[in-house]
């Protein structure tokens, strides 16, 4: 199992980008299918994109075109570049490991507001 820890969060204008991180602590990260979660106050968290060890993503209809997952295993991290932010976009984002077996992180607050 691996330990997660995001950053990258706060607080950016409408518009704007910002560059979410995931460090993974323990062996084997780049076995593992990762993914980048998302919840808002009230919701449900949903799914926002995976990256598979080989490097496949999919995503959730509403960030395509806007956001981007990435993995450098060299560094055990998993990226999510998000661009042209929108308020509805405001969530605590958490990364997952989804498989071979499955871990979360504590999350980082993205707030987009003017």
């Known amino acids: 199992q691996v330990q997660l820890v995001e950053s990258g969060g706060g607080l950016v204008q409408p518009g704007g980008s910002l560059r979410l991180s995931c460090l993974a602590s323990g062996s084997s990260f780049d076995m593992y299918t990762m993914g980048w979660y998302r919840q808002a106050p009230g919701k449900q968290r949903d799914l926002v994109a995976h990256?598979?060890?080989?490097?496949?993503?999919h995503y959730a209809d509403f960030p395509k075109g806007r956001f981007t997952i990435s993995r450098d295993n060299a560094k055990n991290t998993v990226y999510l570049e998000m661009n042209s932010l929108k308020p509805e976009d405001t969530a605590v984002y958490y990364c997952?490991?989804?498989?071979?077996?499955?871990?979360w992180g504590q999350g980082t607050q993205v707030i987009v507001s003017s």
């Open positions: 990256i598979t060890s080989s490097g496949s993503t």
């Open positions: 997952a490991a989804l498989a071979p077996s499955r871990s």
